[in-house]
């Protein structure tokens, strides 16, 4: 069961040590999901991934910003796991603040340092809208942020 009373919680704490996850794009009609590498910036209303410029993934942003975010809670512990979606906007961030974003989406994964530096690189800042919780087959939950989050 959620914690209804605090779900801000839960999601913070399904993320803590989860670094990947699935990004659902769309362009033509068609969805095109990534396994990406991610990073959270501000709490749980935006989280950082990088890809080159000449993705799919890239142009569909380019042209439709929607996205959702899957992400699949750890193991383990009680309560049980989660998964979470994600859904907001998702944009490239400009030059002038790239180095300092650059370092936070570093701090949790350092092994990415020299594919963020290529040329062709784009750090994408997504703004979170919404979170669903998943926590079983009859326990799903909207999180809009606008509740408190």
Known sequence: M????NPRERIANAL???SFAVLATQGAGQPHASFMAFAMEDGLRRLLVATSR???KYRNIAKDGRVALLVQG??????PPVVLTAHGSCAEVGEE???QVAERFLE???DLREFLNLPDCALLRMT????EVVAGIQDVRWVQL????
Not at 128 to 131: D, G, L, M, Q, R
Not at 146 to 149: D, N, Q, R, T
Request: hydrophobic share 35%.
């Open 74 to 79: 750890r193991g383990g512990g009680t309560p």
């Open 97 to 99: 603040e790239r180095v």
């Open 54 to 56: 000449d993705t799919l």
């Open 108 to 110: 949790r994964h350092p």
């Open 16 to 18: 803590q040590d989860v």
């Open 2 to 5: 959620i914690d209804k009373a």
């Open 128 to 131: 979170v809208a919404s979170w």
């Open 146 to 149: 606008a509740e408190g989050l």
